[in-house]
């Protein structure tokens, strides 16, 4: 059994500096299944979708979350194309009930297996220190604190959404390798139990 690959979807969240969209690749590098990162769509002119990425730039431009029609339809656009058939990765994604639903219906029409969720947890402290440390222009420490408290309503939701069997929690403050081992293992078990398989999403 391996982690992605055979219809899994995984949500991988954590804080701003915590190293998730390294990890996110490393998956989807070993198990040849595409990450989706919501900001990345954006940057990337989500493709055919013009107006709306131009709609999302400007709201992750003005440090505002990225309305729930504009994100979906980004986010349909790309798990609809043919090499998310196998499952995905996603990453800032979903944070809004509204998104975890349409996730939850596209699981159940495409039959994938019911999302896990990968927390890489580090603390506000730490996060800061590491952001402040690589020196960027945008890491201000009124922007972390933004970024950080956008987390938290994050984590907050995806821990009210998905229940807690289907989460793994990793120490984000270990170095990369023993983070991705960590998390490897952790998927790894969780797909191994029958009790999830073939189980429809939660309807809250």
């Known amino acids: ?4 690959g055979g ?3 995984v949500i991988i ?3 701003p500096g915590s190293g998730k969209s390294l990890q996110a690749e490393k998956l989807g590098k070993k198990y040849k299944v595409p990450v989706v990162s919501l900001s990345r769509l954006v940057q990337d002119g989500a493709k055919n979708h013009e107006k709306v990425a131009g709609v999302a730039a400007a709201a992750l431009a003005s440090g505002e979350m990225l309305a729930d029609d504009a994100a979906i339809q980004l986010l349909s656009a790309r798990i609809n194309q043919p090499d ?11 944070i809004s009930e509204a998104q975890a639903r349409y996730l939850d219906q596209f699981v159940v029409n495409n039959k994938l297996q019911t999302p896990k969720v990968v927390v890489l947890e580090a603390s506000d402290q730490v ?3 590491r952001l402040l440390k690589r020196k960027r222009a945008d890491d201000t420490p009124e922007n972390i604190d933004r970024r950080l408290k956008d987390y938290h309503h994050e984590e907050a939701f995806l ?4 229940k807690s ?8 403050t270990l170095p990369p390798d023993q983070v991705f081992a960590r998390t490897e293992e952790g998927l790894i078990e969780l797909f191994r ?7 429809a999403p939660q309807s809250n």
């Not at 196998?86 to 979903?94: A, E, K, N, W």
């Not at 069997?165 to 984000?172: G, P």
């Open 165 to 172: 069997a289907n989460t793994i929690r990793v120490d984000a």
């Open 193 to 199: 139990k029958k009790d999830f398989k073939g189980r």
């Open 159 to 162: 821990n009210s959404w998905y």
């Open 1 to 4: 059994m391996v982690p992605t």
């Open 7 to 9: 219809g899994q979807v």
């Open 127 to 129: 996060t800061r220190a």
């Open 13 to 15: 969240t954590g804080p």
């Open 84 to 94: 998310a058939g196998r499952g995905f990765i996603l990453d800032g994604y979903p």
